[in-house]
């Protein structure tokens, strides 16, 4: 079973969130996301290349949170580039990502029911 696919034994979720390319925003976004999901285990798989970051069933990364630990101002744009894959659905801002289990709840509110 691949990381991706693998559910987090507490709470039976799977798990979810980015694929980076390894190197400094791997980094950034490894720690800021530990500070993002307060209460939720961060699973942080260092593969060489590639860094998965990953946490049970929601995974939520914001922009503040990324430049106060990167230092300076970072745009959640800055992080696209470097992610080479996720886990689950993802929802996308100006101020976070959010990966998710469900893709209904990836959606933002504005957008719930549309298509159905």
């Known amino acids: 079973m691949t990381q991706s696919a693998a559910a987090d034994k507490r709470t039976q979720a799977p798990l979810v969130g980015p694929i980076m390319q390894a190197g400094e925003m791997a980094d ?3 720690d800021a996301v530990a500070i993002d999901n307060p209460g939720s285990e961060v ?3 260092d593969h060489g290349s590639y860094v998965r ?6 995974c939520r990364l914001t922009r503040q949170t990324l430049s106060e630990v990167a230092g300076r101002p970072l745009r959640i744009g800055d992080v ?3 992610m080479a894959f996720f886990a689950g659905h993802i929802r996308t801002t ?3 990502i959010v990966w998710h289990t469900n893709q209904a709840a990836a959606r933002p509110d ?3 029911g549309a298509g159905r």
Do not use: F, K
């Open 94 to 96: 100006t101020d976070d």
């Open 110 to 112: 504005d957008e719930e």
């Open 28 to 30: 950034l976004v490894a």
């Open 43 to 45: 699973h942080v798989r």
């Open 80 to 82: 696209e580039p470097h």
């Open 53 to 58: 970051i990953h946490t049970a069933g929601n």
